[in-house]
C-alpha cells in the first residue's frame, strides 16, 4: 500500500499516512492517525480536500464531466431506465430485471398514500407557507405516523422506510401545492407511473377529468434521474451526518431536505427563474452579466458554476434537449432564449472560462418546470421528490456499516481565552 509521510518540521517526528485506493478517481490520504500521532486536527473549510466517507453509490469525475450511479452512466440511465428503476439501483445496488422491478413498482404504489391524519396536518400551515417549509415538516412528521418499522439495526425497517419515503415524496409533494392554492389534496391513483401520479395529483381538480401529457410525465422522470443522486453534496452530508446519531431515517431526510432547500444548492432553479424575470428581455443581458462579473455587487449567474464540475455538468446537457423538447410540445418561452444568450456570453467571457463555470443542472431545470406549470416555489421541491432516493440510499450504505460512528467534526477555535465571569454591575 502506497503511503504519504507527514513531517513534523518542529519536532521532526515523520508519520507515514496510507493512500486508500479507490475504484475510479483520486486517490484518499488516510488521516485518521494524525490527531493522535502529531496532536493536529486538518483544517479544511467547505471540505473542499475531504473526503468524508467511502461509498459505493456515485462516481463524479468533475474534469471529464461524468457521472456514474453504481457504474451506470447518467446519460444510458437516462435514456433507457425510468426514475424507479434508477431509485431501485441506488437503493439495491444493480438495475432491476423485469420481475423485480414489477415488485418494487407494486411496493411503491402500496405505499404512495398518506394517512389522514397527515393529510390534515397541512391545514395547520398558512396558505402562503413555502411548500418547502411544509414539506420539510411533513416528512419530519412521518415518524409520528409511521413508527411500526424504525428499528435501523433491521435491514427489512430500513428498506420498507426507504420504500415508503420514495413512494410518500410525490404525494406530499402534491399535498404541499394544494393546500397552497386551497384546494384540496387528490389521493394517487393505482393505474398511474410516479412522474404521471405525481402530475395527476398536482393539476387534477375536483370534479374534472384530468390525461397525463406523455411528454410531461417523461421530461419529469428524466429530470428526477437526473436529481437523484450525486455523491457528497452538502444536503447528502446532512443526512448523514444527522443520520450518524442514530436518529430516525425521517427525522435525517428532514434535515437533508432544510439543506437542499439554499439557494446555493438545491434552490438554484426557483433561483434561476427568479433571476430570468428580473432580466426580463435580452436588451438587458449585457448590464447584468456586468454586475455579475463586479465583485461588489454579491450577484452570481444562478445554474452557474459547481464546486466539482470544473468541465461541463453532464446533466445539464440532457437537460437542455428536454427543454427543447418540452417547449416545442408546450410552446414557445421567452426565458429560455434569455438563458440560452446568458450561456453563449459567458461560455466565452474570460470571467468564467478562467473560474471554469460552466452550466450546472439547475439552469435549464426551471424553465422545463415553469413550462409544465410547475410554480417556481415548487422547484426545489421537484428536486427533494428525486432526491430522496440518493439521501436514503447513502442513509441505509452509511447505517448498514458495522463500525458506523457519529460524525463530530472538530474545530479551529479562534474565540476569546479564557477569562473570569465578573459581577453584572461591574460589566459596562
Ligand atoms: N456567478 C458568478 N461568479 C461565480 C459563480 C456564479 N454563479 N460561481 C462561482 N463564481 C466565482 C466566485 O465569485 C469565485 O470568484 P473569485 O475566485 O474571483 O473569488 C469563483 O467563481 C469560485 O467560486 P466559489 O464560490 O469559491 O466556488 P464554490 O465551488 O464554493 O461554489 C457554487 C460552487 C455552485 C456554490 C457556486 O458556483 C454558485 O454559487 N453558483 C450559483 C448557484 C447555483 O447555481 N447552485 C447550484 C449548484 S448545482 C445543483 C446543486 O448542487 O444543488
Not at 48 to 56: L, P, R
Not at 337 to 361: G, H, Q, T
Not at 404 to 422: A, D, E, F, H, T
Amino acid at each position: 500500500m502506497a503511503t504519504i509521510t507527514f513531517k513534523d518540521d518542529v519536532t521532526g517526528k515523520a508519520v507515514q499516512m496510507p493512500v486508500l485506493e479507490p475504484t475510479h478517481g483520486q486517490s484518499v490520504v488516510d488521516i485518521g492517525k494524525l490527531a493522535k500521532e502529531f496532536g493536529y486536527f486538518t483544517y479544511d473549510p467547505g471540505f473542499m480536500s475531504t473526503a468524508s466517507c467511502q461509498s459505493t453509490i456515485t462516481y463524479l469525475d468533475g474534469d471529464k464531466g461524468e457521472l456514474l450511479y453504481r457504474g451506470y452512466p447518467i446519460e444510458q440511465l437516462a435514456e433507457q431506465c425510468n426514475f424507479l428503476e434508477v431509485c431501485y439501483l441506488l437503493l439495491y445496488g444493480d438495475l432491476p430485471n423485469p420481475e423485480k422491478k414489477k415488485i418494487f413498482e407494486e411496493s411503491i404504489i402500496r405505499h404512495d398514500r398518506i394517512t389522514e391524519g397527515l393529510r390534515r396536518f397541512f391545514q395547520g400551515f398558512n396558505y402562503d407557507a413555502h411548500p418547502m417549509a411544509m414539506m420539510t415538516a411533513a416528512v419530519s412528521s412521518l415518524s409520528a405516523f409511521y413508527h411500526d418499522r424504525l428499528n435501523i439495526r433491521d435491514y427489512e425497517h430500513r428498506m420498507v422506510t426507504a420504500r415508503r419515503l420514495i413512494a410518500k415524496m410525490p404525494t406530499i409533494a402534491a399535498a404541499c401545492y394544494k393546500h397552497s392554492i386551497g384546494d384540496p389534496a387528490v389521493y394517487p391513483r393505482d393505474d398511474l407511473s410516479y412522474t404521471g401520479n405525481l402530475l395527476y395529483m398536482m393539476f387534477s381538480r375536483p370534479g374534472k377529468r384530468y390525461e397525463v401529457n406523455p411528454v410531461a410525465e417523461r421530461a419529469l422522470d428524466v429530470l428526477f434521474t437526473l436529481h437523484a443522486d450525486h455523491e457528497q453534496n452538502a444536503s447528502t452530508s446532512t443526512v448523514r451526518l444527522a443520520g450518524s446519531s442514530g436518529c430516525n431515517p425521517y427525522a435525517a431526510i428532514a434535515a437533508g431536505i432544510a439543506c437542499l432547500w439554499g439557494p446555493a444548492h438545491g434552490g438554484a432553479n426557483e433561483a434561476v427563474l427568479r433571476m430570468l424575470d428580473q432580466i426580463g428581455d435580452v436588451k438587458n443581458v449585457d448590464a447584468f452579466m456586468a454586475k455579475v462579473k463586479d465583485k461588489n455587487s454579491g450577484v452570481r449567474l444562478m445554474g452557474f458554476g459547481h464546486r466539482v464540475y470544473k468541465n461541463f455538468d453532464p446533466r445539464a446537457r440532457i437537460i437542455k434537449d428536454i427543454c427543447h423538447q418540452v417547449l416545442d410540445s408546450f410552446g414557445h418561452d421567452p426565458r429560455l432564449e434569455l438563458a440560452m444568450r446568458l450561456e453563449e456570453i459567458a461560455l466565452s467571457d474570460s470571467y468564467f472560462i478562467e473560474r471554469k463555470l460552466y452550466p450546472n443542472v439547475d439552469f435549464y431545470s426551471g424553465i422545463i418546470y415553469s413550462a409544465l406549470k410547475i410554480p417556481v416555489e415548487m422547484f426545489t421541491v421537484m428536486f427533494a421528490i428525486a432526491r430522496t432516493s440518493g439521501w436514503i440510499s447513502h442513509w441505509m450504505e452509511m447505517v448498514s456499516e458495522p463500525d458506523m460512528k457519529i460524525g463530530r467534526p472538530r474545530q479551529l477555535y479562534v474565540g476569546p481565552v479564557q477569562r473570569n465571569v465578573i459581577t453584572l454591575a461591574q460589566r459596562t
